[in-house]
């Protein structure tokens, strides 16, 4: 069955860093976009980063340009999404999402806290 795994999150300091993976598993991995999206206490869930195939376009949210990181593993079926510069306003459950229409997964989630 289709599984994405989120791992990485945790507490962090704010100016700290964290890379979060997302492990695939149970569809074509190397044939979906690959999004990060995050969901803030009490807000919506936010778009944060994409990466697209074959092409390896990427994408960001305004509020991450310039300090997050998104990048992928076809071979090892995994996507990562590289933090740094946090800030508290970063804190959020962080989902992984595979998409490619008309399939669209998400993993569990994982949670990162960015507090002092």
């Known amino acids: 069955q289709v599984q994405l795994v989120e791992s990485g999150g945790g507490l962090v300091q704010p100016g700290g860093s964290l890379r979060l993976s997302c492990a695939a598993s149970?569809?074509?991995?190397?044939?979906?976009?690959m999004k990060w999206y995050r969901q803030p206490p009490g807000a919506e869930r936010e778009l944060v980063a994409s990466?697209?195939?074959?092409?390896?376009?990427?994408n960001y949210a305004d509020s991450v340009k310039g300090r997050f990181t998104i990048s992928r593993d076809n071979p090892k079926n995994t996507v990562y999404l590289q933090m740094n510069s946090l800030k508290p306003e970063d804190t959020a459950v962080y989902y992984c999402?595979?998409?490619?229409?008309?399939?669209?997964?998400w993993g569990q989630g994982t949670q990162v806290t960015v507090s002092s």
């Open positions: 149970g569809f074509s991995f190397s044939a979906y976009d």
């Open positions: 990466i697209t195939i074959p092409g390896l376009n990427t």
């Open positions: 999402n595979a998409w490619r229409w008309p399939k669209n997964y």
